[in-house]
């Protein structure tokens, strides 16, 4: 984390043109930044690739393991194809070690979301921070396959920030290939305009209302989610107990923040701007229900829509605020959302850090085993 901070500083000190939200291009940096970026990136992908442990990865792993390593068996075009594709391929041409496996989406995902905050964010810096401890960073030592899906979900924001409808959806198309909730993302084309405008009202009203009647509705939300391709939940599952009260709180902020600053935000008339509140907006009406419910379905919803909240908020906290309490602003933002990440992180201290990692020799001593040749 101090490795990523104190290299995102030297990226901050060589940016040229001040942000511009109206222009979405505007961030220039001088030669040598993207040589600091690039390291940012190996960095968090070598510690993300080599994890060994952490939630589902062993789950992963035995998957990984488990698929053949040719095609002749066919694919499952039921069930997230390109997603076996990916793990076939890997399996068949580099290495049937599931490490390699890991080190290759770890390079795709941190990559893409680095370069994209490079290029988009009015602060690298902290941009860096908030994608690691409250963006998504850690979930992708969890959820791969949603993180996989939300990675191609940027590369479609991407276009769909630069007004490119049709190839917004063609990548929105490809994220559904690895995860069945991706075509949510297409919702994002009707909240691209405004902010809190009379759609996110009708969406945070709606979320409440389906937490209301929650265990009325289970039944077409299990149908909703069959429809979608995703298999196996049941009533029980959907009834379980809902995110904390602290994690809601927390996820409030940012569109609090957005709602208080609207006729600032709204004067930039920029499509980023725009998009990464509503995303925040729908994020947090997912999370609704989630609290009032189960985080299995909907929690999972919401983590879809945080992809932009690391530039939104440095945005909120460099521009909304007056010059004199901006580094107390901004200081205790970041100490407060570290805070709650390491207490969400353990679950409020009753799970151990408990990682195991893997070696980079023992990584490249494995490379081409099992590859038929």
């Known amino acids: 984390m101090l490795f990523v901070s104190a290299l995102a500083f030297i990226v901050n000190r060589l940016r040229i043109s001040e942000p511009n939200p109206g222009n979405e291009n505007a961030v220039s940096y001088k030669p040598g930044a993207a040589l600091f970026v690039f390291i940012i990136a190996l960095s968090l992908t070598v510690f993300s690739g080599l994890r060994q442990s952490y939630n589902d990865t062993s789950a992963y792993i035995l998957s990984f393991t488990a698929i053949p390593n040719n095609f002749s068996g066919g694919l499952d075009y039921t069930n997230i194809v390109l997603f076996q594709v990916l793990q076939i391929s890997i399996k068949k041409f580099i290495s049937n070690n599931p490490q390699w496996f890991l080190m290759i989406t770890s390079l795709f995902v941190n990559f893409t979301f680095v370069f994209f905050f490079y290029k988009k964010s009015p602060n690298f810096l902290l941009s860096m921070i908030f994608y690691i401890i409250m963006g ?186 007056k010059d004199k309490i901006k580094p107390l602003i901004v200081s205790g933002t970041v100490a407060l959302y570290f805070i709650f990440f390491y207490l969400d992180f353990t679950h409020f201290g009753q799970w151990a850090l408990d990682f195991k990692f893997n070696t980079l020799t023992n990584l490249f001593n494995s490379l081409g085993a099992g590859v038929w040749r």
Not at 173 to 182: D, G, I, L, S, Y
Not at 241 to 255: C, K, T, W
Request: one cysteine or more.
């Open 136 to 321: 998504p960073f850690v979930f992708s030592m969890a959820g791969l396959k949603q993180t996989l899906a939300m990675t191609f979900g940027i590369i479609a924001l991407g276009r769909l920030i630069n007004g490119r409808k049709i190839l917004f959806i063609f990548w929105v198309a490809v994220a559904w290939m690895f995860h069945p909730f991706a075509p949510f993302y297409v919702i994002l084309l009707f909240f691209t305009k405004d902010i809190w405008s009379w759609r996110v009202m009708l969406l945070i009203a709606a979320a409440i209302f389906v937490g209301i009647f929650y265990n009325a509705l289970v039944p077409a939300i299990l149908s909703a989610a069959s429809m979608t391709g995703k298999e196996g939940y049941t009533s029980a599952t959907l009834l379980s107990e809902g995110v904390n009260i602290y994690r809601l709180a927390f996820e409030a902020i940012l569109p609090i923040l957005a709602f208080v600053f609207r006729k600032r935000i709204r004067a930039q008339n920029s499509r980023i701007l725009n998009i990464a509140v509503n995303m925040s907006c729908i994020s947090f009406a997912f999370l609704i229900i989630a609290y009032i419910s189960s985080p299995v379905y909907f929690g999972r919803m919401s983590t879809y829509f945080i992809i932009l909240r690391a530039v939104l908020f440095p945005w909120i906290l460099i521009y909304c605020f």
